[in-house]
């Protein structure tokens, strides 16, 4: 194969490149991915890629319909009605791994959201943000050291994370710290303040 003429080399290699960077994204070697790297499904069974939300700050939050803190659907929407237009983004991701507190399929999930509290934010498809079959945005975000509540794993429904405009994560927030809680509405302000 060393002998092969240089055109014929490349000809065979480009595939494995393209299936190389593929697998392990364009940048420098040993990068890693950004939480808007993935591609995820939104609660109406679309492809989304999180790509498309650079430029804005984005809260990703794990939400359950049956939880004692689901009342935070409420500030949720409240932060995206107050903030939407200055470029905050509240993306709920539904999980039933937590008390199965979330059974409902995505039509229930949808009519409840709406019907009460009226929840106008991007709402995605239901999945699991620990262990095996966690989705590979979560695998992502859980694995990163952010303040104030570090890395690890999710620990109930509700958790926050905050990224900025350039899709860097810098806040995790508790699932009891609720979403107009004083530390998470300066951390929304300070990134928000960024453009």
């Known amino acids: 194969m060393l002998n092969m003429p240089f055109s014929l080399l490349s000809l065979l290699l480009s595939p494995l490149v393209v299936a190389a960077a593929l697998a392990f994204g364009s940048g420098e070697e040993g990068e890693v991915p950004d939480a808007l790297d993935f591609t995820v499904m939104s609660l109406d069974g679309k492809r989304v890629e999180l790509r498309d939300y650079l430029g804005q700050v984005v809260m990703f939050v794990n939400v359950a319909s049956q939880c004692g803190l689901t009342p935070q ?9 107050k903030y939407s237009d200055r470029g905050l983004a509240v993306l ?26 009226g929840v106008e934010f991007d709402m995605f498809a239901k999945i699991d943000v620990n262990g095996e079959e966690a989705s590979g945005l979560y695998k992502h975000l859980t694995a990163l050291e952010t303040k104030p509540e570090g890395s690890g794993a ?10 900025s405009r350039e899709g860097k994560i810098v806040a995790r927030f508790a699932c009891r710290t609720r979403p107009d809680d004083v530390s998470v509405v300066e951390a929304i302000e300070r990134e928000l303040a960024t453009r």
């Open 92 to 117: 709920g991701f539904p999980c039933n791994q937590f008390g199965a507190q979330e059974p409902g399929d995505a039509a229930e999930i949808r009519t409840f959201c709406t019907k009460n509290y």
């Open 154 to 163: 999710i620990s109930w429904n509700f958790e926050k994370f905050l990224l």
């Open 73 to 81: 659907y409420a500030q949720l929407q409240a932060l995206h009605q």
